[in-house]
T-cell receptor, first 114, second 112 residues
Framework: DAGVIQSPRHEVTEMGQEVTLRCKPISGHNSLFWYRQTMMRGLELLIY????????DSGMPEDRFSAKMPNASFSTLKIQPSEPRDSAVYFCASGRWGANQPQHFGDGTRLSIL | QKEVEQDPGPLSVPEGAIVSLNCTYS??????FMWYRQYSRKGPELLMY????GNKEDGRFTAQVDKSSKYISLFIRDSQPSDSATYLCAMNYGGSQGNLIFGKGTKLSVKP
């Protein structure tokens, strides 16, 4: 079975550019999570969706960040305009809704903003 | 105080050693406790999960939860070089919410 698929795997861009990260969750999963991982702050939840509806976006750091889930098989995380402090590894995870349900992570997008 | 504290290590042990990894937390409302393993340049993968207090064993891995002390542990017996990874604890409040609070992770290296 295919796992969570993220693209691109690596992204290097200049400050001020728009960045779009993409995620395809595992088929049949109805919850989707976006995380950011840095050495300083560890793994932080940015936003999560249930049945394509955003439930909690309190982790989104600034208005420059936005996320959408137009259907059950696709989600995007957009940063506009990007800044060097946005450099991190961004993970998408999916799972079935519920506190005891495991989250399955993609291999992440390594983002560098110059 | 952060909600979940975890010693970042690094922790280096010889092959065959027993490894103990730990997390402390501050919020007594946490109900579900998980351990994820993350290999370099990969996403975290679920290793173990427990509900409330107690022990859970799966092969060489044992997870312990002590809610009275707000302390959770992961033990790895007969550690192997393939266990070299970063181990992250995670927990959530239960109910219908699925959002996890993660520790920063402990980097483990098992030397052959």
């Amino acid at each position: 079975d295919a796992g969570v698929i993220q693209s691109p795997r690596h992204e290097v861009t200049e400050m001020g550019q728009e960045v779009t990260l993409r995620c395809k969750p595992i088929s049949g999963h109805n919850s989707l999570f976006w995380y950011r991982q840095t050495m300083m702050r560890g793994l932080e939840l940015l936003i999560y969706f249930n049945n394509n509806v955003p439930i909690d976006d309190s982790g989104m750091p600034e208005d420059r960040f936005s996320a959408k889930m137009p259907n059950a098989s696709f989600s995007t995380l957009k940063i506009q305009p990007s800044e060097p402090r946005d450099s991190a590894v961004y993970f998408c995870a999916s799972g079935r809704w519920g506190a005891n349900q495991p989250q399955h992570f993609g291999d992440g997008t390594r983002l560098s903003i110059l | 105080q952060k909600e979940v504290e975890q010693d970042p290590g690094p922790l280096s042990v010889p092959e065959g050693a027993i490894v103990s990894l730990n997390c402390t937390y501050s919020n007594s409302a946490f109900q579900y406790f998980m351990w994820y393993r993350q290999y370099s340049r990969k996403g975290p993968e679920l290793l173990m999960y427990t509900y409330s207090s107690g022990n859970k064993e799966d092969g060489r891995f044992t997870a312990q939860v002590d809610k009275s002390s707000k302390y959770i542990s992961l033990f790895i017996r007969d550690s192997q070089p393939s266990d070299s990874a970063t181990y992250l604890c995670a927990m959530n409040y239960g109910g219908s919410q699925g959002n996890l609070i993660f520790g920063k992770g402990t980097k483990l290296s098992v030397k052959p």
